[in-house]
């Protein structure tokens, strides 16, 4: 995509700001605290109910008027579905990506996701306008009619049901008895303990701990659908349902056409080492009907982003197709969040705590370690070779909030070693981080982003704000420089990843990144990232370069006597050159194909004895050789 000049010079501008120094935000305005206070007196709800209610959809913010991945707006998340144009279409990559990630048995590309209508649920705003009588336009926009709105839908819930946790249960949207009572029980969990922050805008809020009563029997008489035990593999007190993914032999003559995953027996055959974070592209009625195609692909669970509701369609034992890359697929486990990513720009506070207890107990159960190693981003899988690094997902964002889901995961990034360690964690502070990026509306690709937080720090070939931005041959194999296209991941790094430090230059620091040294700015007084620990891996004396993979599987000879053919594993576009340092992310990598190419089996894990590395090579993880490189402690920084 061509880029006018007068977007390039306006991309400058706010890029060169980004060297100056910060002055901070800005002084907090007891302004909001006085807009929920109103509302909950104008329309009878407690205070402490209103913003409880509005933590657990937006944590108070506004994220200026724009909305959610669920199609909510303001602080009260006021849906309005039929505002948002949705162009639903792959944004994913450049290229389609084959969701199976097999060499051997390609699945053709699935289609984009088709148009569909706007979910009746997702209209909470036509109510909020009817019973306060201003405009669902200012509704959307204006953070005290937004609040005023949600205190009016509370109201009526109230109204309906005679008690504030039926309310707020209500307020939730959920339709089953667990995820209803699951919603109240978090809103009411903030009430008793407090919170306080700064909203996005500026704005110190405060919700004093009250000890509210609950009538949670109330939720059995709210005429909602029972949730009974079932199959699903959740914590108990989710709510999770039960939808398996469709997996049937679509066409009978042909061995090969079923869907739209494979049997397997899981930890059994093959241990579970990562879990996928993903967006759904799709509304969470549409995503419920293609799990059930048999043409189409599938993951493990999804997740709602009105009330974070799960259901659970594959089984961890079985191997779903979603990552793109079979080898990461037959070791993962995948999540899919509601949203999209070309036009909702943040995700609710309810999904995501939703989220981190599900991956929470899915980690400790199959030992998964919390760490951004394993809990990757579609973003961070790698393609399986160099013709599918350009196709591969990118989702769930720039505005996937990385450091608070992994606070939620009782796993947060902390500073670890000292300030010359050699190696970062990268973690900016979100609500502050505003880079400039450009294409998150896909109808005008070329118009700058609104400003927002994000989880996003950028790469440059030298330590100031104007430089370009590092190179990714995979991405552009023409040598071009990356871009700050909201889905050009080529030169950016995401909060929780681990970087070698290859150099200092006053507040810029750089690392190691795809073969060269990548600059990002972290002054003292607004970090970027905080020291971090663990092993980095370098050459071996004697290699001239070392071959990075986007697969571990085994070598030629394990294939042998087991009717297996034998898998092809050809490096990818990237080297690592001697003197070059990367952060391992797991030094235990299992060396392991799963054959299961037809309906009736056979179906055979070869297991290998070469072994391999995880590193943090790029924005993607990638593989190397353990005969290629050494193995290191990540203490001793670059010098300064």
């Known amino acids: 995509m061509s880029v006018s000049p007068a977007l390039r010079a306006a991309v400058l501008v706010a890029v060169a700001a980004l060297a100056l120094p910060t002055t901070g935000a800005a002084a907090p305005d007891p302004g909001r605290q006085g807009d929920y206070a109103a509302a909950a007196k104008e329309f009878g709800v407690p205070e402490s109910v209103l913003l409880g209610v509005s933590f ?89 009619q937004n609040i005023r709105g949600g205190a009016a839908l509370l109201a009526s819930h109230h109204r309906a049901v005679g008690d504030w946790y039926g309310a707020v249960a209500k307020y939730s949207g959920a339709k089953d008895t667990g995820t209803a009572k699951r919603f109240a029980d978090d809103v009411f969990e903030v009430i008793r303990s407090g919170e306080a922050r700064t909203t996005d805008d500026g704005h110190a809020v405060r919700l004093s701990a009250v000890d509210l009563k609950a009538d949670t029997g109330i939720i059995d008489r709210m005429g909602l659908k029972p949730s009974a035990p079932n199959e699903t593999e959740c914590p108990t007190d989710l709510g999770c349902e039960w939808l ?29 080492k990562y879990i996928i974070i993903h967006d759904t592209e799709g509304y969470w009625d549409t995503t419920l009907r293609l799990i059930k195609d048999p043409k189409w692909v599938s993951w493990q669970y999804s997740l709602r ?28 486990i995948g999540l899919e969040h509601e949203g999209f990513a070309a036009k909702g720009t943040w995700y609710t506070e309810a999904m995501y705590r939703t989220s981190a207890r599900l991956v929470r107990y899915l980690a400790l159960k199959h030992n998964v370690p919390l760490d951004r190693a394993h809990i990757l981003g579609h973003d961070n899988v790698p393609g ?36 010359n360690s050699g190696i970062v964690t990268i973690k900016p502070n979100y609500a502050t981080n505003h880079p400039p990026m450009y294409g998150c509306d896909s109808k005008k690709p070329a118009e700058i982003c609104p400003t927002r937080g994000t989880t996003t720090v950028f790469l440059h070939t030298e330590p100031r704000a104007d430089a370009p931005l590092v190179k990714d041959i995979g991405l552009r194999p023409d040598g071009s420089n990356s871009t700050r296209q909201v889905s050009d991941i080529g030169g950016r790094v995401d909060t929780g990843q681990r970087f070698a430090v290859a150099d200092h230059s006053g507040d810029w620091t750089a690392v190691w990144y795809l073969g060269q040294k990548a600059w990002f700015h972290n002054p003292s007084s607004a970090p970027a990232a905080v020291p971090g ?108």
């Not at 097999?102 to 009746?120: I, T, Y």
């Not at 009978?252 to 899981?266: I, S």
């Not at 370069?545 to 000879?557: C, D, L, Q, T, W």
């Open 56 to 144: 657990l959809e937006s944590r108070w913010d506004t994220n200026a008027g724009a909305p959610s991945r669920g199609a909510g707006y303001g602080p009260m998340h006021l849906t309005d579905a039929a505002a948002l144009d949705v162009d639903e279409h792959d944004h994913h990559g450049s290229d389609a990506e084959d969701p199976r990630g097999d060499l051997r048995r390609p699945l053709k590309a699935v289609d984009s996701v088709p148009q569909q209508a706007v979910p009746a649920e997702l209209r909470t705003i036509e109510a909020a306008e009817r019973l306060t009588g201003v405009d669902r336009a200012v509704l959307r926009t204006n953070a005290r």
């Open 244 to 272: 398996p993914a469709a997996y049937e032999h679509h066409t009978p003559t042909d061995p090969e056409k079923y869907g739209n995953h494979d049997k397997a027996n899981r930890p059994v055959d093959m241990p579970i």
């Open 305 to 332: 982003s009105s009330d974070g509701h799960i259901a659970q369609h594959v089984k961890a034992k079985d191997v779903a197709w979603h990552a793109g890359n079979w080898y990461v697929n037959t070791h993962s």
């Open 384 to 419: 399986v070779a160099p013709a599918k690094v350009r196709g591969m997902h990118w989702d769930p964002g720039p505005y996937w909030d990385w450091a608070h889901y992994f606070d939620l995961l009782k796993a947060p990034f902390t500073a670890r070693g000292g300030k």
């Open 533 to 640: 620990t663990g092993f980095v891996v370098t050459p071996r004396p004697g290699r001239a370069s070392v071959p990075v993979f986007g697969i571990a599987y085994p070598e030629a000879s394990a294939y042998e006597g087991t009717g297996v053919p034998v898998q092809t594993v050809e490096p990818l576009q990237y080297t690592m050159l001697p003197g070059q340092r990367y952060v391992a992310g797991d030094l235990a990598v299992p060396t392991e194909y799963y054959f299961a190419k037809e309906w009736a089996g056979p179906r055979v894990v070869v297991r290998g004895k070469e072994r391999y590395y995880q590193v943090f090579f790029g924005h993607r993880v990638a593989y190397v050789k353990a005969a290629d490189v050494h193995v290191l402690p990540g203490a001793i920084g670059a010098p300064r």
